[in-house]
């Protein structure tokens, strides 16, 4: 059995992203390869709108105009966000210090 193909990665950690279907922005503080979720948040998206597996998938700090929550999404489903201004999320500063220019930088601890 070989390894899934891995897709390239069009977006980076502390890149601002917005749904290209649903109305939320957030910055990728993640990314899995390929998918790595549970089958049944998997299972939970209508057949017709399921993102294939052999892609990157990102995880978001999100936010939309009633809430903040951690997002899944798959990078056919994601576009460069427009706006260009911080996300308004309570765990980016555990993560990402300085906002400039559109991107945010993990905090030093965290780089590799």
Do not use: C
Not at 13 to 41: K, Q, T, Y
Not at 86 to 93: A, E, L, Q, R, T
């Amino acid at each position: 059995m070989s390894a899934p193909a891995v897709a390239r990665t069009r977006f980076a950690v502390g890149d601002i992203v917005r749904h290209r279907l649903h109305d939320f922005r957030g910055v990728i503080f993640d990314i899995d390869p390929v998918f790595a979720n549970s089958e049944e948040w998997y299972d939970s998206i209508p057949e017709a709108m399921r993102p294939a597996r052999e892609q990157p998938f990102y995880h978001l700090f999100a936010e939309n105009d009633e809430s903040s929550y951690v997002a899944y999404v798959s990078q056919q489903n994601l576009i460069e966000d427009g706006e260009g201004g911080p996300v308004d999320h309570p765990s980016i500063d555990m993560v990402f210090g300085e906002f400039f220019d559109g991107h945010y930088d993990l905090h030093q601890s965290l780089k590799h």
